[in-house]
Structure formats: C-alpha cells, structure tokens
C-alpha cells in the first residue's frame, strides 16, 4: 500500500498563493497517476488537477491559470501550487494516488480556507 501526508494548508487571503505538497511511501511501483481533490462543505468531492507517469497534466476548468501540479520523483512528492486565489477555492485538499492494482490511496487531507 501507498501512504500520502499533505501538508501546507492553512488561511490565506483572496488574491494570495498557497503551495500544497504531498509525500509518498510504501510500494511505488505500480502507481500511475497522483492527482489533488478538494471538498467544500455540502459538496462532493472534485478533481483539482492530475498528473500522470508520463507527466500528462490534467486541470478542472475552475482552477486552469491559477493552480500548477508538478512533482518530484526523487523525494515522491506531488505539489499543488495555488495562485490568485479565490473564497470559492475554500475546501479540504485531498492528495490521491492511483494504484493499478489496488485503486486508490487518499491523505488525510489539509484545510485551505480563503478569507481576509
């Protein structure tokens, strides 16, 4: 199995940046995708952004030119870095990882709560 811890949540002004990171241990190997979900009170939970093995980035529309995934094999670590934003970007960060043979793995997740 994969373990996930997120850290770097926290409050944060509208307008402002907030880096999210997600580190990774246990068994790798078969991972093919790691990705950020978020979830607002009274929501269900969404896709942020993906990125697969290759590198293929996928973003939801409502965070496209805003939030950047990138990660770093060496330290297996997966970042989510937040720009301009937004109240509405106010939820639990949720870190995932695809398992192609277990399905997937979750965080604890980590508060982002946008308000001056």
């Known amino acids: 199995q994969v373990q996930l811890v997120e850290s770097g949540g926290g409050l944060v002004q509208p307008g402002g940046s907030v880096r999210l990171s997600c580190v990774a241990s246990?068994?790798?190997?078969?991972?093919?995708?790691r990705g950020w979900y978020r979830q607002a009170p009274g929501k269900q939970r969404e896709l942020v952004a993906d990125?697969?093995?290759?590198?293929?980035?996928h973003y939801a529309d409502s965070v496209k030119g805003r939030f950047t995934i990138s990660r770093d094999n060496a330290k297996n670590t997966v970042y989510l870095q937040m720009n301009s934003l937004k109240p509405e970007d106010t939820a639990v960060y949720y870190c995932?990882?695809?398992?192609?043979?277990?399905?997937?793995?979750w965080g604890q997740g980590t508060q982002v709560t946008v308000s001056s």
């Open positions: 995932q990882a695809w398992d192609s043979f277990r399905g997937a793995a």
């Open positions: 990125i697969s093995r290759d590198g293929t980035t």
């Open positions: 246990g068994k790798m190997f078969s991972i093919t995708r």
